[in-house]
């Protein structure tokens, strides 16, 4: 019965885009620019966005779309200095954490009326907290969520029958998780990549015994959200770990090197390194899998989560651009993309179809998505200052390295940050 | 009637002139404008003074930024020419085959892609089990975090940067020991001298011109220091420096400040700071260079 709502709500979701997009079917020579990151323009990921706009521009005649790909900063830098000089590419994807500077440029346009003028079939697709994430203040709508993550657990299996840990019961605790690095440290192997060295893994490691509620900023005192019980608990876990890691970030190629040569147990990172890691599975017999990143108490997980999302940029584009973003994250190209790539993705109506929802990794995405904490919100409000990331990792790694107590540790961060962001 | 007379030779370096003024001269007048203004790129500059300037001159950032780039200039800038002069002696001591063989393989750094060579790099200074690390191991040393040690992490990039510019240097200065007149080392040998000697009162002094102007260029490169530090510390515009900072530079400030902060009036304001301190110590070197050739 579920299924058929599914279904109907499905095809009301298509029938409505198409009687929506009818209006704009008849003939205009427009062409627009589609920035996407650079592995979304490459291999297979190309050739099913290629699909999508063949699609879309054989119901619009008359448009044409180009498709550039870009790194990270090139994407940024592009936007900003694109929206100066008045030649931004009209549909474009990012990351949440950059919005605020492309809202504060004019590179992103606001877009709430045209998606309240979507059909509710359309808006009830996305993902709830997601889609929030892209309005900053009501009435306010900067981003449709596209493609995300939720950090998991990469093991390597073969690691820990080696320590003598039995991989078919994953760690539920932070104990747990704990006591088997330290088996795998005492069998000569290094347990975890250093945690402190990058941002986004000090915040995995932070969700184990915090939240999204005391983490992130206060954008009207411009104070951090950062508790300081839990930072010195967490900045703990940091000393405890110290001894056991790698040396290397978790975004090191090294990193990855040590993971599929079996001298690395555990991996904590998004999904995007799976294609790796299975290619290793069949190439070099690398034994692995992937679960939720364990939390203090059982049930509660750790990880991030962020999306990345499309824009639309202001301009006489901008009703077709929108139009263009409206259909690439529809449910049925979302559910394409989900099961080329195993990737998450924030409409939810495609994350729950029966031909999504059972692939393994999109089962645990999901899963590990719900229980992570936002990375870096509330995302579209203020640019936060190049001092507030370098000022996290700074703390973290010298209280693992011994230079303060983790409670000293705490206070001092804290004081900085806050010192950063009210400069 | 002199204006008719010149008009053709105007009219040649017309060409010239428009691109000089659309690409450079506005460029930078552009700049100094928006220095003096808050402008985020977007929005109608608003005239702030000198408020970019303080800013950035009362910046924590901007003191350890140029903490680290006087640090970092004082020893990759002799360290490089030193290295290439030995290269370019070690390969000018070659003919033919291995001439060309070392002479390619030196310079095949310079070619390489900056993402490319940071990879590699990162994978020799790669703790515990890095190539670095596991011949250091040999002898009984503690692995070392050459990227994450504040103590270190200056001096791993200056092994990259001399590793890159070595090749580079080694050429000009090999294109400047060709010139070098070989009676003068033939009545050198004759009069008995040292290899040593040859190339304390014959190579060095007959290379004076080449080895001011590598060392100029070394100057003003070593200044814009950007790609090498932002890939090794896997910067990005949210976050860059490595560890501490001990890895800043001031091109990486100001485009954090511009790109990731978007506060564009204070990037110009910095790149109008550098300029004017390249322009300084520059003419200062030329100043020095001219007065002792009148000495």
Known sequence: ???????RAGIAGAAALIVGTAGMAEAQNVTLEYWVYSDFAQGEALALQQEFIKEFTEAHPGVTINITGKGDDDLTAGQVAGAASGNLPDVFMNAQSVGAQLVEVGALANIYEKWMAMPQEFRDQFDEDALASCMPRPEELYCIPYTGFGSLLFRNLTVLEQAGIDPSVPPATWDEWFAQMQKVKDAGLYAIPDETLVFNSIAE?????????????NWDDRTTRIDPAIMAKVLQKFVDMAPLTSGTSRNDQATKDLFISNQLAFHTVGPWVNPTYEEAAKTSGLKYDFVLIPGDEPGKTGGIRSYEIVGVAPGPNMDIA???ATYITEKQQMVRWAKLLSRYNANAAAMADPEVSDLP???VSVEAARGAMEVAAPYFIDSVPSCYNSTVIDYASATADGEYTPEEGAQEMIAELNSCLAE | MTLRRYLPHYLMIAPFMVLFAAFFLYPILSGLYYSFHDWNGVKTPEFVGLTNYQKILASRDFSTAMTNLLWYISITVPLGILVALGLALLVDSFTGRWANFFRNAYFLPVVLPAFLAATIWRWIYAPNFGLLNMILGWFGV??????????????A?????????????????????????????????????????QIIHITIPMLGPVLFFVFTYGFISAMQVFDKPWLLTGSSFTSYGGRRNALLFPVMDMMGRGFGEVKFGEAAAYGFLLTITIVAVTALMFGLRAWRERK
């Open chain 1, 205 to 217: 490691i932070y969700a184990t015994s915090g939240s999204s509620e005391t983490w992130g900023f």
């Open chain 2, 142 to 155: 503690p692995s070392v975090n050459f990227l994450n040690d504040t103590d270190t992490m200056l001096y």
């Open chain 1, 361 to 363: 990794l999109i089962k």
């Open chain 1, 322 to 324: 929108f139009e263009f």
């Open chain 2, 157 to 197: 990039l200056i092994a990259v940067d001399v590793w890159v510019s070595a090749g580079f240097n080694m050429v000009i200065l090999l294109a400047g020991l060709k010139n070098i007149p070989g009676e003068l080392y033939e009545a050198a040998r004759l009069d008995g001298a040292s290899k040593w000697q």
């Open chain 1, 1 to 7: 019965m579920k299924r058929i709502t599914r279904l």
